[in-house]
């Protein structure tokens, strides 16, 4: 529910109505506004209603939030969130380029990767330690090796990294060494991950599902900041299809219609979206034409040695020419690289 107060509420009876609302054993929020303060209450909607909170001589209005999700949701926060990795802010006018190669491999690959990466343009640094792979067979990363040598070339470079974490029990150790934590297209309905990484004090990377709705994603993101985190930045990543031309189906719908309907920052995985490097810079383009807050590339110094995703990954020329493609677009639609 948000409940708006009447314009000469004072600040005790807002304080005294958030009581009311945390007694019933609801959710509190209170968010001040430059005219009026704005309450929410989270909960069982037939508490909410006993609570007749309408009835109340401070309050002007209570009305539900019709959308499943609630932190998310603009209804309860209008204004854009901007997540800041590192130093870098997400979501504002200036468009955030999350590049890298797939995984860690060695140290020399990742930081002759990352300084491709970085010299092209790129402001925050990307790659797995820990690899969600279809076959067991596959090369599923360095784990801790992997997150040191990380940190190592990000430190080096000056960029913040992030990186996937898959599992709660390596939470800790990914969060001491990433400046912001990736949840994987796999682990989109992993609750219990979901509501650890909420509290693990680092921003998110929350990638969609392969077969996730938009409302499911959005729910999803719904319990990290359910958990205490409001840094999410939503990923847009393919979907799967019936289409096999392409790796998944990049749904470039999702973008604006996300920006609508909630606060928070969307970026655009063209990488995975596409699985073929050729598509990645048409779709990189399309992403920030229709309103995207910024893009995930995979870049690898020799994508054909690539020990995951080679042929999605862009050589570094490719990348410098795509960025470079970026700039008028960006500047087409208001915003800045
Ligand atoms: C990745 O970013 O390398 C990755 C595994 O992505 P996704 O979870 O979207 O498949
Ligand atoms: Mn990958």
Do not use: W
């Amino acid at each position: 529910m948000i409940i708006v107060l009447k314009r000469n509420a004072s600040p005790e009876s807002a304080e005294r109505l958030l009581e009311r609302i945390a007694a019933a054993g609801l959710q509190p929020l209170h968010m001040p506004g430059s005219e009026r303060v704005v309450l929410g209450a989270l909960g069982d909607e037939r508490v909410l209603a006993d609570l007749a909170l309408d009835g109340d001589p401070d309050v002007e209005s209570v009305k539900p939030i019709l959308a499943p999700y609630k932190l998310v949701s603009r209804e309860l926060h209008a204004h854009d969130t901007i997540v800041r990795i590192g130093g870098v802010a997400i979501g504002g006018a200036q468009l955030a380029v999350i590049a890298g190669p797939c995984a860690v491999e060695t140290p020399d690959q990742l930081r002759a990767s990352a300084e491709a990466a970085r010299a092209a343009g790129a402001t925050i640094l990307r790659a797995g330690a820990y690899k969600p792979r279809t076959s067991p067979y596959g090369f599923s990363g360095h784990g801790p090796a992997g997150l040191a040598i990380l940190r190592e070339v990000g430190d080096a470079l000056g960029m913040p990294v992030v990186t996937e974490v898959m599992d709660t029990a390596d939470i800790d150790l990914v969060a001491e060494h990433a400046d912001a934590l990736q949840i994987g297209a796999r682990n989109m309905h992993n609750f219990a991950l979901l509501r650890a990484v909420g509290r693990a004090g680092r921003p998110v990377v929350l990638k969609r599902g392969l077969s996730a709705r938009i409302e499911e994603l959005l729910l999803a993101a719904e319990y990290l900041l359910a958990s205490g985190n409001d840094q999410v930045v939503l990923c847009e990543r393919g979907i799967r299809t019936f289409e096999t031309a392409t790796r998944n189906t990049l749904d470039l719908n999702a973008v604006p219609y996300i920006k609508q309907r909630t606060h928070l920052p969307v970026i655009v995985d063209p990488s995975h979206g596409t699985g073929l490097r050729e598509l990645v810079a048409p779709m990189a383009l399309a992403a920030i034409a229709c309103g995207a807050d910024g893009l995930m590339i995979e870049v690898h110094r020799d994508p054909a040695a690539a020990l995951s995703d080679g042929a999605q990954s862009l050589y570094p020329d490719q990348f410098a020419a795509l960025m470079q493609a970026v700039a008028p677009v960006a500047q087409a639609v208001g915003r800045s690289l």
